[in-house]
């Protein structure tokens, strides 16, 4: 059964124009993909705030407890685990004269915008359940908008080599986003003198304004080409096989680290660099937005190493320099120039892990199609978001009550004991360090290359011309 959004007027959605590489490969012209990417950025806007500074400018200045906290933000990933892939299923089978993807892609625009006034105008006095309510509430519309993009992507990039490139302009426009909305707070209270507060809801209405009209934009300038149909009738024992494949459980595993180390890193900079390093919030917030200042000049990086070495031997390197520079934090000394610099070069490799992953996850897709005779792009990347959000939630839901259990109080900062303090200083140094080595551990074993996946190609191209599609 697909879902049929207007089957009265339904049709093929027109292809957005590409050009031929010098090796024959589609590109996409570049206003074409700033104008497809915009999006990223209030949607990256709207979600690394949730983690890095609303737990704890809930925790400090609404008093919200920390096991209050820590219990909303992990029953929310609960919901999550089935509402990204429930909406997944859907958008494979969603037909309609506007695409697959891209009728998702605007639903979500609403219900995030919605959810993203609740969170950063929340007033004293809220407690986990608001927390909960809203986190759902804007999960679910930032799922349906960032999946129906990532998906979307998918389809508009065909090539293993243009899709790297595809995703890490998407990136790069993120990261933009992040640091666009990370200056905020610094702006709110250099530029205007306000506030923490202040700054966090200058985040919210950030997201709020720039959300509808990226949307607009990426619609105005970028189609979406015909759905494939599929040569085989969608089965049960298709989804079973898929989640078998070595591929897709490589690149969910590593996802899951990658992502849980940025979660963990982001939710614990404020604690760790006031509480141990005796570094206000203002001037930690400049170095995470230092850190992806790092991450947008590492992006062309990690596009060049993966087109000369391959998307999975560019995140294995990234991996090991991310480790090393994280555990450098710990081990430096406690010199303010030297915490920029580190939290720059721990920027540059992280970079590589959104850009590679997503790209990878396309390729799957691909190799899924072929076997199985069922295109699930939409499933895949419900299960790559899915997986990221895992990673959030324990990251959250961990680290908060771990710092709970050893009698961390955010108040305090570093007046609190030496064991609390020791126990901050190794979840935000040490964990994310062991994350990105398992994800290099779990990527290892990855063999879909460019040769192999032009090869899927192919066949695929074949397939389709002989079906006439």
């Known amino acids: 059964m697909s879902v049929e959004l207007d089957p009265a007027k339904a049709s093929p959605v027109t292809a957005t124009q590409v050009s031929r590489a010098g090796g024959g490969e589609a590109r996409m012209p570049l206003w074409r993909l700033l104008a497809f990417a915009t999006p990223t950025i209030p949607l990256a806007a709207m979600m690394l705030p949730v983690t890095a500074y609303l737990p704890n400018y809930y925790a400090q200045d609404?008093?919200?407890?920390?096991?209050?906290?820590?219990?909303?933000?992990?029953?929310?990933?609960?919901?999550?685990?089935?509402?990204?892939?429930?909406?997944?299923?859907?958008?494979?089978?969603?037909?309609?004269?506007w695409g697959r993807f891209r009728p998702w892609f605007v639903l979500g625009a609403p219900v995030a915008i919605l959810a993203t006034y609740m969170l950063f105008m929340a007033s004293p006095g809220i407690g986990g359940a608001y927390i909960l309510l809203w986190l759902i509430v804007g999960y679910s519309g930032q799922s349906m908008s960032q999946l129906g993009h990532m998906a979307w992507a998918a389809t508009v990039a065909p090539g293993y080599d243009e899709r790297s490139r595809v995703y890490g302009w998407w990136q790069a426009m993120s990261v933009f986003g992040t640091i666009a909305i990370l200056l905020m707070p610094p702006i709110v209270k250099f530029g205007f003198g306000g506030d923490f507060s202040t700054g966090v809801k200058a985040m919210g209405w950030f997201t709020i304004i720039t959300l509808p009209l990226a949307t607009l934009l990426a619609l105005a300038a970028t189609g979406e080409p015909?759905?494939?149909?599929?040569?085989?009738?969608?089965?049960?024992?298709?989804?079973?096989?898929?989640?078998?494949?070595?591929?897709?459980?490589?690149?969910?595993?590593?996802?899951?680290?990658?992502?849980?180390?940025?979660?963990?890193?982001?939710?614990?900079?404020?604690?760790?660099?006031?509480?141990?390093?005796?570094?206000?919030?203002?001037?930690?917030?400049?170095?995470?937005?230092?850190?992806?200042?790092?991450?947008?000049?590492?992006?062309?990086?990690?596009?060049?190493?993966?087109?000369?070495?391959?998307?999975?031997?560019?995140?294995?390197?990234?991996?090991?320099?991310?480790?090393?520079?994280?555990?450098?934090?710990?081990?430096?000394?406690?010199?303010?120039?030297?915490?920029?610099?580190?939290?720059?070069?721990?920027?540059?490799?992280?970079?590589?892990?959104?850009?590679?992953?997503?790209?990878?996850?396309?390729?799957?897709?691909?190799?899924?199609?072929?076997?199985?005779?069922?295109?699930?792009?939409?499933?895949?990347?419900s299960l790559l978001t899915g997986s990221i959000k895992i990673g959030s939630m324990l990251a959250v839901g961990g680290s908060l009550f771990l710092l709970k259990e050893v009698g961390f109080v955010a108040e305090l900062s570093g007046g609190n004991s030496p064991t609390a303090l020791l126990t901050l200083q190794l979840l935000f140094c040490l964990g994310p360090a062991i994350l990105a080595l398992l994800a290099v551990w779990f990527i290892s074993g990855y063999r879909l290359d460019a040769e192999a996946h032009g090869h899927i190609r192919r066949r695929l191209d074949d397939r389709d011309d002989a079906a006439g599609v």
């Open 62 to 97: 609404l008093k919200v407890d920390l096991a209050e906290l820590a219990w909303a933000f992990m029953v929310v990933r609960f919901f999550d685990l089935w509402f990204d892939p429930a909406v997944g299923l859907l958008m494979d089978r969603t037909r309609s004269r």
């Open 226 to 381: 015909a759905a494939k149909p599929h040569h085989e009738t969608p089965r049960l024992s298709h989804i079973i096989a898929m989640l078998r494949r070595g591929s897709v459980l490589r690149v969910l595993a590593a996802d899951i680290c990658w992502g849980t180390a940025l979660s963990v890193s982001g939710l614990l900079l404020f604690f760790f660099f006031d509480a141990v390093r005796g570094i206000e919030r203002g001037m930690a917030g400049l170095m995470l937005i230092l850190f992806f200042v790092g991450a947008l000049a590492g992006a062309p990086i990690w596009r060049v190493v993966a087109r000369r070495l391959g998307k999975h031997r560019a995140l294995m390197i990234a991996g090991v320099a991310w480790a090393i520079m994280q555990l450098g934090v710990m081990f430096l000394p406690n010199i303010l120039w030297l915490g920029f610099a580190i939290m720059f070069l721990a920027g540059l490799p992280y970079a590589s892990g959104p850009i590679m992953l997503k790209a990878m996850m396309a390729d799957v897709a691909d190799e899924e199609r072929l076997e199985s005779g069922v295109d699930r792009t939409g499933l895949l990347f």
